[in-house]
């Protein structure tokens, strides 16, 4: 089995000076969960190369069991180092896509034609398409095959407008995931703040934040387990 990760190559918040870029949980947990069962990943990002870490995501308070596994495996820090391109990707390569968040997706993924266009072929082909926290930024722009925005009409969650406002980055941030998946005609639905929250609806699963990582990633692996 294979699984294409998608990770950002934006590493600016905004203009604030402040650095951004992926956010370590939501790709760690989700990692070690699909490769502990013999899933085979690749990582690709909208430049290549390396994928840029939300320094804080990589502080001691937000540390899991997985980060630190993380932060000691050389072979994936090497993945992250030298992340492959996107328009270097073949979408029939691989059994599903999962897009890990972090601030970063708000700035390259939520623009970038190429994502757009992969995930529209993942979907197309009724391959699992996944996400997480603010990683559903990537779906702006993705339409459907009847040239409808793809979340119109199904179930959805993401980074809720109180978390953002809770991290205090409401007006850094281009537009505010919430709101954006309201706009294009998602059924939106969010868990507590800060608490584990993902739903499905058919192929695509998203997760509401951080904590939800371990949830959208054991509904990837059933999907998976089921085909």
Same mark, same amino acid.
């Given at each position: 089995m294979k699984i294409l990760f998608v990770l950002t190559s934006h590493s600016q918040m905004g203009d604030t000076g402040h650095k951004t870029g992926f956010w370590v949980e939501e790709f760690a947990n989700p990692y070690y969960t699909l490769v502990d069962q013999g899933v085979d990943i690749t990582i690709a990002t909208p430049k290549g190369g390396v994928a840029p870490i939300d320094p804080t995501s990589d502080l001691p308070q937000n540390a899991t069991e997985d980060t630190k596994r993380f932060n000691e495996d050389a072979a994936v820090q090497k993945k992250i180092n030298e992340t492959i391109a996107l328009a270097d990707i073949n979408f029939e390569d691989y059994d599903a896509v999962f897009y890990p968040g972090g601030h970063g997706p708000l700035w390259d993924l939520a623009e970038d034609a190429?994502? $757009?266009? !992969?995930?529209?072929?993942?979907?197309?082909?009724?391959?699992?398409?996944?996400?997480?926290?603010?990683?559903?930024? $990537?779906?702006?722009?993705?339409?459907? $095959?009847?040239?409808?925005? !793809?979340?119109?009409?199904?179930?959805?969650?993401?980074?809720?407008?109180?978390?953002?406002?809770?991290?205090? !980055?409401?007006?850094?941030?281009?537009?505010?995931?919430?709101?954006? &998946?309201?706009?294009?005609?998602?059924? *939106?639905?969010?868990?507590?703040?800060?608490?584990? *929250?993902?739903?499905?609806?058919?192929? &695509?699963?998203?997760?509401?934040?951080? $904590?939800?990582?371990?949830?959208?990633?054991?509904?990837? &692996?059933?999907?998976?387990q089921k085909k």
């Open positions: 190429t994502s $757009a266009k !992969l995930i529209e072929d993942f979907n197309a082909a009724k391959k699992p398409i996944a996400f997480v926290c603010h990683a559903p930024a $990537a779906l702006r722009h993705v339409k459907n $095959a009847q040239g409808e925005f !793809l979340v119109k009409g199904k179930k959805v969650t993401g980074f809720t407008n109180e978390e953002e406002e809770a991290v205090q !980055l409401t007006k850094v941030v281009p537009f505010l995931v919430e709101d954006m &998946l309201k706009e294009n005609g998602g059924i *939106y639905s969010k868990g507590d703040n800060w608490a584990a *929250y993902a739903v499905q609806d058919g192929n &695509l699963i998203t997760g509401q934040n951080p $904590a939800s990582s371990a949830l959208v990633a054991e509904m990837l &692996l059933k999907m998976l």
